[in-house]
């Protein structure tokens, strides 16, 4: 089993998840405030008056991770739209951007690693990252989507059309 399908055991496997990436690792600090942030947002966040039943967990000091059961109370695009606004209000006050999707993350050597996309293009092509490497699928947006394929090897991930045929 991977480290992060140890994470929301108690929420439903098709429970709404959102994977936002920091540019750069956090450092203890920044954990402390994304803990004491996100447990208040979460205490507080509500669709259409009803509380959201929703969770965190920051993995690899980089990934802020979001999941909703929705079961209990289904978010729409007010509830979606505040759960972003908070993300984005951290990253302004860490001053760490979550919302670059220019920036690859892989492991490699079983440390991850962040690329912007041409130099990962550029890393593909050398063979510096090849077909065993894994990728952070950041398009996965159950539960159990993210437990499945959250990390895969390039192949099977949106990069895989990257490699030489």
Known sequence: MMEHQKHFAGMPAESRLWTFMADKVLKQEDLDVIHQRAKQFLMQWNAHGDAVQGEYAVLYNQFLVMVVDEKQTAVSGCSVDSMVRFVQELGSELQVDFTNRM????????????????????????????????????????????????????????AGSLLPN
């Open 103 to 158: 920036l690859i993350a892989y492991l490699q050597h079983d440390r991850m690693e962040i690329r912007p996309l041409p130099q990962f293009k550029q890393q593909v092509r050398s063979g510096d990252i090849d077909a065993e490497t894994l990728v952070f699928n950041p398009s996965v947006v159950t539960l159990q989507e993210w437990r499945d394929n959250w990390l895969v090897h390039l192949p099977q991930s949106w």
